[in-house]
C-alpha cells in the first residue's frame, strides 16, 4: 500500500509519521515544499500511484494564524484544494484523509456530534469547514472517497506557548507561586496524542468515508485543569472569581468512532503526566 502524508513535520503528523514507519507493508511518501505551489502538488500527487493520502499540513496555533490570518487561510483552504484538484486528474481512485478541527462547531452546552451545529468559532474553524466544504462537495465528481476527523483538544511538549496546556505549564515555571490565573472558564474535550494516532490509522486502515469527531468524550473545564496541573507541580495557584452559570465550550459525542475503536481512551491525569514525563 503506498501512502502520501502532508504535513508530517508537525507535532500531530510527526507522531503519525512514526507509527507508519513500523508497517513494512507499507510505503510512506512525504510531500516535501510548499503545499501552496500547486505545480509541485500536482506533480507529487501524479507522479505516485497513491492508495492513501493523510493531509495534514496546516497553519494550527490561533495566535499564529490571528497574526497571519490570509497566509494561514490560503494554507487551510487553498493547500486542500491543490491536493483535490490534483486527484481529479489521476486515473487510480484515492483515498483521502483531511485533519479538520473542533472549531468548526457551534460552542454549546450539550455533546456535539457530526450533525451539530456548524459555526465557526475563529478563522481558523472557519478555514478548516471551507476546506471541508470543498472536499465533501467535490467528491462525486472527482476521483478519490474521503474521511474527515474532527479533532478535539490535545497536546504535546513540542507545542507553541500558544496553546493552554503549554501555556500553563509556562506560567508555572516561569512565576513563584502563589501563581495568579484570568481567563474565560469553560469546558473542553482533551484527548491523548496517541489515542489521536491510532484512531487515524483505524480510519484510513478500513477506508471508513465520511465525518467523524475524533474527541474522548469526556469534557473538563479549564479551571479543572489548572487545578490538576497544580496538584501535579505541587505549586499553589490563584484563579478569578467566576459566575457560577452553565459552562459551554467544545464537549464532542465519539460514539461514531466507538463502533470500531474499542481501546480504552486515555485520562487528562494521564495526558498531563505524559507532558511532565514527555513519555511516549
Not at 255 to 260: E, G, P, Q, S
Request: charged letters at 30%; one cysteine or more.
Amino acid at each position: 500500500m503506498i501512502i502520501g502524508i502532508t504535513g508530517y513535520t508537525g507535532v500531530l503528523g510527526n507522531q503519525l509519521l512514526k507509527k507508519l514507519s513500523n508497517y513494512r507493508s507499507l510505503k510512506i511518501i512525504r510531500f516535501k515544499g510548499n503545499i501552496l505551489e500547486k505545480k509541485k502538488v500536482t506533480k507529487w500527487v501524479l507522479k505516485n500511484k497513491f492508495d492513501i493520502i493523510i493531509h495534514l499540513a496546516a497553519v494550527v496555533a490561533i495566535k499564529k494564524f490571528n497574526s497571519s490570518n490570509i497566509y494561514s487561510s490560503d494554507v487551510n483552504f487553498l493547500g486542500k484544494k491543490n491536493i483535490i484538484d490534483s486527484l481529479n486528474l489521476k486515473k487510480k481512485k484515492t483515498f483521502i484523509f483531511f485533519s479538520s478541527t473542533s472549531h468548526v462547531y457551534k460552542k454549546s452546552y450539550k455533546k456535539i456530534n457530526e450533525k451539530s451545529e456548524l459555526k465557526p468559532i475563529n478563522l481558523y474553524g472557519l478555514s478548516k469547514l471551507k476546506a471541508e466544504n470543498y472536499i465533501t462537495s467535490n467528491s462525486k465528481i472527482n476521483n478519490y472517497d474521503y474521511c474527515i476527523g474532527r479533532i478535539f483538544s490535545f497536546t504535546s511538549k513540542n507545542q507553541s506557548d500558544d496553546f493552554f496546556v503549554p501555556a500553563i505549564f509556562k506560567k508555572f515555571r516561569k512565576y513563584k507561586s502563589p501563581i495568579k490565573f484570568d481567563f474565560e472558564n469553560e469546558f473542553r474535550d482533551f484527548i491523548y496524542i496517541g489515542d489521536i494516532v491510532k484512531i487515524i490509522l483505524k480510519l484510513i486502515f478500513l477506508k471508513k468515508k465520511g465525518i467523524f469527531n475524533i474527541c474522548s468524550g469526556v469534557k473538563i473545564s479549564t479551571q479543572e485543569i489548572v487545578k490538576k496541573i497544580s496538584f501535579y507541580t505541587k505549586k499553589k495557584f490563584l484563579l478569578r472569581k467566576y459566575s457560577k452559570k452553565k459552562l459551554i465550550g467544545l464537549h464532542g459525542s465519539n460514539l461514531k468512532i466507538r463502533k470500531f475503536y474499542k481501546e480504552k481512551l486515555k485520562s487528562m491525569d494521564y495526558i498531563i503526566l505524559n507532558y511532565l514525563t514527555n513519555t511516549k
